[in-house]
């Protein structure tokens, strides 16, 4: 329906007095994809999509949105639209001159206004509440009044600010859907900010993870999710248990490490040279219960911790120098075999379940 | 006895302001609504049930313009003190970044109010007299011959002092709900295209104007009932229509004075119920 946008980012920083919110990142995202920066609060995600807006100066860097270098237009010039936490709706305005207050501000006359801003409206299946004010509507309603207020400029990019954080868990994932099939319909570049990982992997084409102002992962979700590339996108993913040692070889795409007074682990990864920091992640759900037949792929520990979880039985696991372990293993596998707290377990895991992360952030 | 206790609870609650305001405010009005309808002469007052005083208050011309003068007064503070304080509340909301100066600015704002309504007053005099600062800078630079003679004891010099005085008035409730708009809101509008001034006007006055309304009621009776910088400020020449009652407790008319009172109070009544008709300032209280 309407032209996308690729976005590109080159090297933009922003600083505050003493304080650098987004460090020198750079990132392509391309036109008509669904972006999710992810990340916990303070990450500088907040910060790069109201650069992107135009709502924040750039302090070092440039924003080029498709041809046009935007870095110094004001938002409304730049082709994007933004949706805010909040949603910002103007509480004074019913639901049509809300949508449509930027036809107004551009001086298009009253009739033709309300009559896109009321098939605006429709789209989003809100005209039967076209005379009502915000204030008389439901967090889902809103959320949608402000979609169709952000789309009615017809933008190349639609950046959404934690749109689903002020939604019940129900409506969340219901919204989310929402969103995701707009998107699709149409075609547009989508930009969203969120700090759930489970928001990022079910909306996104690429997912950006970011810590400390820098981006520590730009990649599709199976590969963010099975290949995290550092010792932060694991842990903030989940799913994941990290284990820092001192690398003691590599050899044969494999690097040998060592817990200091712990075991000895190997994990699939780039040759490092011994004695270096080195982290490796171990998928949580691909542990099983049973003693190893290849050294350096599992462990003896002691249970510390049993959660029940239905189809799966979560355990919490501490030895050979890893203070928690976590192991998700079916109920089927469990009950075949039961442990409890206080008991030795031995696990292991595949050679392809394990594998070295990247260096942390300098 | 537990059981009547806990009945009357909430009316000993209640007690304590209900006898305030009925002490202060409740029976000083009915003692005037009561007077109002009483005869008097030059030497005292005579308790009756009449309506002349009423007649003689509504019939007169000179009441008539009297209220004339006062609405006059009160429109044209109201407008002055309405753009200006409208204007330093949206500078101090918007412009000021940080909010120790806000308070700061805010603060000087207040500072006038630390001396009296009357030296506030008189203090102008010396400014604008005739030989005052003002006349004898311009004359003593050329611009003017002759002294102007407006500045002082006239029209202007009332509705200047009262802007002085009022101005606050109008400023703080302004203010107030302008820190209450959501920041977004102003950044939602520049994001669909609105310049500054098209913030301000679809934006930002619509949603201060609860604010306004509650510094238009506090402007307005204020200057509804000044006696005081009228008759400084005019040097007697203009007339408002608390001056007028005053003039008639100095002469023991308390009955004319208390009629002349109970039609201000239901004028003012009328003009405060028009404000809360227009603008719904439910939210800000």
Known sequence: ?362 | MNNLLSRATPYLQAAPLLLILGFFLAIPILLLLIVSFWDYDFAGMYPDFMTLNYAETLGSWVTWKTYGNTLKFAAMVWAITAFVGFWVAYFLAFHVRTATMQMVLFLVCTVPFLTSNIIRMISWIPVLGRNGLINSGLVGAGVIDQPIEWLLYSDFAVILAMVHLYTLFMVTPIFNTMMRIDKSLIEAARDGGAKDWQIIWNVILPLAKPGIAIGTIFVVTLVMADFSTVQVMSGGQSASVALMMRNQMSLLQYPAAAANAIVLLVLVLFMVAGILRIVDIRKEL
């Open chain 1, 1 to 362: 329906m309407s032209k996308a946008a690729e976005i590109d980012i080159a090297s933009v920083s922003k600083i505050y007095g003493k304080t650098t919110a987004v460090d020198a990142i750079s990132l392509k995202i391309p036109a008509g994809s669904y972006c999710c920066l992810l990340g916990p609060s303070g990450c500088g995600k907040t910060s790069t999509l109201r650069m992107i807006a135009g709502h924040e100066s750039v302090s070092v860097g440039d924003i080029v949105l498709g041809k046009t270098v935007v870095t110094h237009l004001p938002p409304a010039k730049r082709g994007t639209a933004m949706m805010f936490q909040s949603y910002a709706l103007f509480p004074h305005l019913d639901l049509i001159d809300n949508v449509a207050f930027s036809l107004k501000m551009a001086g298009v006359d009253k009739v033709t206004r309300r009559t896109k801003a009321l098939d605006m409206l429709k789209l989003m299946q809100m005209d039967a509440y076209a005379s009502r004010k915000p204030a008389q509507l439901s967090g889902g309603q809103q959320q949608r009044v402000a979609l169709a207020r952000a789309l009615i400029t017809d933008p190349e990019a639609l950046l959404l600010d934690e749109p689903l954080s002020a939604l019940d868990p129900f409506l969340k994932i219901r919204m989310r859907a929402e969103l995701k099939k707009l998107q699709k319909q149409l075609g547009i570049t989508f930009v969203h900010v969120t700090h759930s990982q489970e928001e990022a992997m079910a909306l996104a084409d690429i997912i950006v993870v970011m810590s400390e102002g820098r981006i520590e992962q730009a990649a599709s979700p199976r590969e963010v999710f099975e290949r995290p590339a550092t010792a932060f996108v694991a842990r903030f993913m989940g799913d994941h248990n990290v284990i820092s040692g001192k690398v003691v070889n590599s050899a044969d795409g494999l690097v040998t490490f060592e817990i200091v007074g712990g075991g000895t682990f190997s994990a699939a990864g780039k040759p490092r040279t011994p004695g270096a920091d080195v982290d490796a992640a171990v998928r949580t759900d691909h542990v099983r219960i049973g003693e190893s037949p290849i050294k350096g792929l599992g462990f003896t520990g002691i249970v510390s911790n049993l959660e029940y979880r239905g189809g799966t039985i979560k355990l919490t696991i501490e030895g050979a120098g890893i203070a928690e372990f976590t192991a998700i293993v079916t109920d089927k596998a469990f009950y075949a075999a039961p442990v409890a707290v206080g008991d030795a377990v031995p696990l292991h895991w595949d050679i392809e379940d394990a594998i070295v992360l990247g260096a942390p952030n300098p």
